[in-house]
């Protein structure tokens, strides 16, 4: 009986042999080793683009426009980082932007899309030395970018140079020219101080601007009348010419010092666009509409003569500390009329103020 049984087990146990390893090998109809888990894809890493100023050259004055600007509305800035994303998932990084020692830091967090490839501009606030600087000095902006799914951080470094604060970029074709109101100060005390002396050059010792309950005529004989005043004025106050436009660093071409009306009034030296950002200071304390005109060579200043009236009166500002008023006005007059249209760029500094564009610290 024994000897039955352990036959049969024995019989038994052979049988479930080949079934157990023919249901082990069979999983797919593969061998053992194709039972490791395929490798995952690579993700290729996203590549980053850091860009600063005019070709490495931050222009106080661009910095202080854009740093005015809403995120959104920005067209450019001091610093821009380009993301591309090369994955096959949508990123997320957190850039921050700082230029250590003359700027707060700016933070923003951006969503990229996969193969999408997007630039965002960055304008920190820069502090009060960069708009008192008046020569070419080296700096560094700081940007780094966090991945916050992975706390990883990708950080660098890129050396920029910030020109003066007095250093204008006009741009081919002076394409930039609307940037020169940022020379306008109408609210500095300096500029305050001349229209305090110069309501005394006034029969009735007023500067009341545009009085819009007179005729268009009326208001066109006032308008006469101040500047003149602001003009006899600033020529007994001792003013004159005195050329300082030279600039350091790159675009000589397309550059120029100008200097702040506060500079200007202070040392009693202007050349013509000096001057003339300067009377525009005036014109626009008083509440009227004033406009710089600059020509090759040449800038005039101008003023609507009445509210809505098409007419400008202009003046030939660099002749100022040697001539009358009447005369730098025939200057003016004669001056612009020998050029073609086209070379005539006038900019509005009311039209300035509309986009965006205020006065430099």
């Known amino acids: 009986m024994f000897s039955r049984t352990k036959s049969v087990i024995t019989a038994a146990l052979l049988l479930s042999l080949p079934l157990s390893l023919r249901s082990f090998a069979g999983d797919a109809g593969t061998d053992r080793g194709d039972l490791r888990p395929p490798a995952p894809i690579r993700q290729l890493a996203p590549t980053y683009k850091i860009q600063a100023g005019i070709d490495g050259e931050i222009y106080p004055v661009f910095a202080n426009y854009a740093s005015l600007q809403r995120q959104g509305d920005r067209t450019f800035g001091v610093v821009s980082v380009t993301l591309s994303n090369t994955s096959q998932e949508p990123m997320s990084r957190r850039i ?10 700016e933070i923003q967090t951006v969503a990229v899309n996969p193969g999408v490839t997007r630039t965002v501009v960055f304008a ?13 000095t080296a700096a560094t902006a700081q940007v780094t970018i966090t991945d916050p799914a992975s706390n990883s951080s990708y950080e660098t470094t890129l050396p920029v140079r910030l020109r003066s604060a007095e250093d204008m970029f006009w741009g081919n074709g002076f394409k930039y020219a609307s940037f020169i109101a940022s020379w306008v100060t109408p609210h500095d005390r300096n500029v305050e101080t001349v229209l305090s002396r110069a309501k005394h050059f006034t029969v ?6 545009y009085e819009t309950w007179k005729t268009v005529a009326q208001q ?7 500047a003149r005043a602001i003009f006899n004025a600033l020529q007994r106050g001792g003013l004159s010419y005195v050329k300082s436009s030279a600039t350091l660093g790159d675009h000589k071409g397309v550059s120029e010092r100008v ?7 202070a040392e009693n030296s202007a050349n013509c666009i000096d001057a003339a950002v300067m009377y525009a200071s005036l014109f626009e304390n008083l509440g009227m509409d004033a406009s710089i005109v600059i020509v090759p ?3 005039y200043a101008g003023v609507r003569v009445a509210e809505g009236s098409p007419k400008f009166l202009l003046i030939d ?4 500390g040697r001539s009358t008023f009447d005369s730098a006005v025939a200057s003016a007059q004669n001056g612009i009329a020998t050029h073609a249209p086209s070379a005539v760029t006038q900019v509005m500094v009311q039209k300035a103020r509309s986009s965006g564009i205020y006065p430099m610290p």
């Open 96 to 105: 921050s932007v700082k230029i250590p020692g003359w700027s707060d830091q």
């Open 317 to 320: 500002v660099a002749l100022t």
């Open 124 to 136: 920190p606030a820069f502090l009060l030395r960069l708009y008192q600087n008046h020569e070419i």
């Open 220 to 226: 066109e004989q006032e308008t006469y009348r101040e």
């Open 204 to 209: 009735d010792h007023r500067l009341p601007g």
């Open 259 to 265: 200097r702040m009306p506060r500079i200007s009034l």
């Open 297 to 299: 060579g040449h800038a």
